[in-house]
């Protein structure tokens, strides 16, 4: 049977810290709410002349280095963002001439916070059936030019970075074991940029009403963001038969610190099994999942035939979880 693996990793966060003392300087906030509420310290953000492409650009230059491999042997692109550099060309084609990767086809998709596990979910079926053996993987955001730096609800809680991975085919008992997405678009406005799309194109009256800026209803979002990632965890190990016993690592979506600990509760995982940074990445949406993968590997967080699971949850609203033997 073929399945699919990552061979290589990589990520890249602009060198500029914000921290959260930074933020009392800008709105009525305190470095304790956000603490507190969210878990995260600081976050990265990217230069006025940095767009998605330049993130995407570093960390794939980076997953491509470990393993050896040229931009030319690159088969298929795809990338998760939310933030592409422009409406379009899509930013995977952007970064394609960038990497120099000639020979391979590059879309971008948009499942918000879960693209990268959506990204990760085509590339596995592309490999199963045998469409393409080599694909890049990316999540990449600048979530700073989207933000409204005025709005206390939602600012502290963004920050940027890109992560990046390659697949190939294997027939070994590893890699991508099960992987699932999902969506329920009844519930759009939770997490949304009103703005600068067909419905409310780009105007002087959406600029002046902060239409292009992302709105959250973040109780809202928080509450169904818990019943939903616990049931998808609980789930994905029982279809797969995988005592939680035997996960060696979960790498959450780093959206908000309760929301990871009352996942990890759910299968009676210790926090010393989860991988948490967002006290230093704040949230990067499609990259955070990349990010964290890549620094557990380096950091040797994750060894060969250990199970690891990924799991998201953000804007659509999408889901996603995908185990993994590595
Ligand atoms: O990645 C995609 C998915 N996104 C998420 O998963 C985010 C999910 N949501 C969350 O993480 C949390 O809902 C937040 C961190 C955004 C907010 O935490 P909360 O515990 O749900 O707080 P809340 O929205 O219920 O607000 C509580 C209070 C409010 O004041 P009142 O009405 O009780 O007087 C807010 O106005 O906290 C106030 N507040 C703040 N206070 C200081 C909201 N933002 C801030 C702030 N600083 N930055």
Request: hydrophobic residues 40%; proline residues 3%; aromatic residues 6%.
């Given at each position: ?20 003392s930074d ?8 470095d ?113 030019k ?22 190939e ?37 959406t ?54 600990q ?23 949406s ?37 185990l993994?033997?590595?």
């Open positions: 049977m073929v399945r699919s693996k990552i061979i290589s990793t990589g990520s890249y966060l602009p060198e500029k810290i914000l921290t959260n933020l009392e300087k800008m709105v009525d906030t305190t304790d709410w956000i603490t507190e509420r969210t878990g995260i310290k600081e976050r990265r953000i990217a230069s006025n002349d940095q767009a998605a492409s330049d993130l995407a650009y570093e960390a794939s230059k980076l997953a491509l280095d470990r393993a050896s491999l040229k931009g030319e042997d690159i088969e298929l692109i795809i990338t998760a963002t939310v933030t592409g550099d422009m409406p379009f060309p899509s930013t995977a084609c952007i970064l394609q001439h960038k990497i120099g990767a000639k020979n391979a086809a590059a879309f971008d998709i948009n499942a918000a916070c879960s693209g990268f596990l959506y990204g990760l979910y085509i590339a596995d079926s592309f490999i199963k059936s045998g469409m393409h053996k080599r694909i890049l993987v990316i999540g990449t955001e600048v979530l700073s989207i933000t409204d730096w005025e709005d206390r609800t939602t600012c502290v809680l963004f920050g940027d970075g890109a992560g990046a991975v390659i697949l085919p294997t027939e070994e008992e590893r890699g991508i074991i099960s992987i699932n997405i999902n969506s329920d678009g009844s519930l759009w406005e939770l997490l949304h940029i009103p703005g600068g799309g067909s419905r409310n194109p780009v105007s002087r009256d600029v002046d009403r902060r239409l292009h800026y992302i709105k959250m209803k973040g109780n809202e979002t928080f509450k169904f963001a818990v019943r939903t990632l616990e049931d998808i965890v609980v789930k994905i190990l029982e279809d797969n038969k995988l005592n939680p016993a035997q996960l060696s690592l979960l790498i959450p979506h780093q959206a908000n610190l309760r929301i990871i009352a996942t990890a509760e759910r299968i009676g995982l210790p926090m010393n099994r989860v991988l948490v940074n967002l006290y230093k990445y704040g949230n990067t499609a990259a955070s999942i990349p990010i964290a993968l890549d620094e557990a590997f380096m950091t040797g967080k994750i060894k060969d035939g250990d199970y690891i699971l990924l799991e998201a949850f953000g804007g659509g609203l999408t889901w996603a979880s995908a993994i033997r590595w």
